[in-house]
């Protein structure tokens, strides 16, 4: 044999395309997602204890955050309204406990994960519910200034809007009517000094008007963010569309003979480095351009599938089959010994040889393959490999065809 292959060693399977990625990926999560906590400032670790390192969580917690900070700020205005004497500090001050108490159970649970056991682990819909039953008893013990609950009302339902689906929303506004209306019938029964049933009416239409509001445009943004998501989804289809039509024939499914090109010399870097053998076979169906005249080329083209379809199935997962153009097919096998390579190819050469094309009213085609195969050489360049390959497939066929031919 002319030259030598590179010589064999154990290694990594072969190089598939995103391996660097996977391992990368891999390499992530080993990690827990985190960066190493070595050398972290006192201010860093309390930050992990509060919010937690964990990024979905850190989210939830953020959110609940603001939640409760726009819930503290209720807390103050209702503070400066018994302060100047329109509502009874002591109702406020129970008030206040039941909203905090409802705070700090939220952040528990998030922080804890207990909350992950929950089909909405962010509590959204509970926030909305208690935050909404803490602004109806702020209606009913506010006095004259009961009017602070209606922008109160608002905000809590805009948090709806984008945590919620529309089917919560009318359930959301349906609970807040049954609740104010509730705190309304309250307000009419204390009957409080100064009370106006026309201010009382006024806010009950405003009341309705925020919630019918607040739901009908929760049903245009799920409506927008559906027509968002089926565009991107289509757009992501297309984009798939394109790149398979870039790097597979649209015929068989295999890739290309651009992308085989792309996979090659990334492979022969890794082989010239590790020094693993890298084995280089062509393919050529016999006597196909006679298929093609003879039985017309829906025929051929059916022949090129079943033969892809054969040759993919007699070889391992890690071996590359492409097809180079027509009938000709390059096939790579990575980091395997010469012997247990003429073994393969064999098994392929008479897996060709027992398919049977089936044709309604005509007899079975059956077809065979010309091999020729060959190793790269150390320092060699790609083009070379492929030459010799070539070469040795014409070698295959003047010998007579159906059989596997060497050129090392």
Excluded at 63 to 70: D, E, I
Excluded at 157 to 174: A, E, K, Y
Aim: proline share 4%; net charge positive; glycine share 8%.
């Amino acid at each position: 044999m002319k030259g030598r292959c590179l010589h064999e060693a154990d290694s990594p399977a072969a190089w598939h395309p995103g391996q660097a990625q996977d391992r990368a990926d891999g390499d992530l999560a080993r990690a827990g997602g985190q960066a190493p906590r070595r050398h972290r400032s006192l201010g860093q670790r309390l930050h992990d204890w509060v919010l937690t390192g964990d990024r979905r969580q850190r989210q939830r917690l953020t959110m609940a955050g603001l939640a409760a900070l726009l819930m503290l700020c209720c807390m103050l205005a209702m503070h400066i309204v018994a302060a100047v004497g329109l509502a009874d500090s002591r109702l406020v001050n129970a008030w206040t406990v039941m909203c905090v108490a409802g705070l700090v159970l939220v952040y528990g649970l998030i922080r804890s994960g207990y909350s992950l056991r929950f089909a909405d682990p962010s509590l959204t819909h509970a926030q909305i519910l208690y935050a909404i039953a803490c602004n109806a008893v702020a209606y009913v013990i506010a006095g004259p200034a009961r009017g602070i609950a209606l922008p109160i009302l608002a905000v809590v339902m805009m948090f709806g809007m984008f945590g919620l689906t529309p089917r919560q929303m009318i359930g959301v506004m349906v609970y807040a009517l049954v609740l104010f209306g509730i705190a309304g019938g309250v307000v009419e029964w204390r009957r409080e000094p100064g009370h106006s049933q026309a201010l009382s009416l006024a806010y009950a239409v405003m009341i309705v008007v925020v919630l019918l509001s607040c739901t009908f445009l929760t049903r245009r943004v799920q409506a927008t963010r559906d027509h968002l998501r089926r565009q991107r989804y289509e757009l992501a289809q297309a984009v798939e569309q394109v790149r398979k039509l870039a790097t597979h024939d649209e015929l068989t499914g295999l890739p290309n003979r651009r992308y085989m090109l792309e996979v090659l010399r990334l492979e022969v870097l890794r082989a010239q480095r590790s020094g693993q053998p890298l084995l280089l076979a062509q393919l050529d169906i016999d006597h196909f351009k006679a298929v093609n005249d003879t039985h017309g080329h829906a025929v051929g083209d059916r022949a090129l599938q079943a033969f892809a379809r054969t040759v993919r199935a007699s070889v391992r997962a890690s071996d590359v089959l492409a097809r180079w153009g027509g009938e000709e097919f390059v096939l790579l096998l990575c980091n395997t010994p010469l012997a247990p390579a003429d073994d393969l190819l064999e098994r392929v050469r008479h897996a060709v040889a027992a398919e049977r094309l089936e044709r309604p009213g005509s007899p079975p085609l059956q077809m065979t393959v010309s091999i020729g195969v060959t190793c790269l050489r150390p320092g060699e360049a790609l083009e070379d490999t492929l030459e010799r390959a070539d070469r040795a497939l014409y070698a295959a066929k003047a010998a007579g065809r159906n059989r596997v031919t060497w050129m090392t």
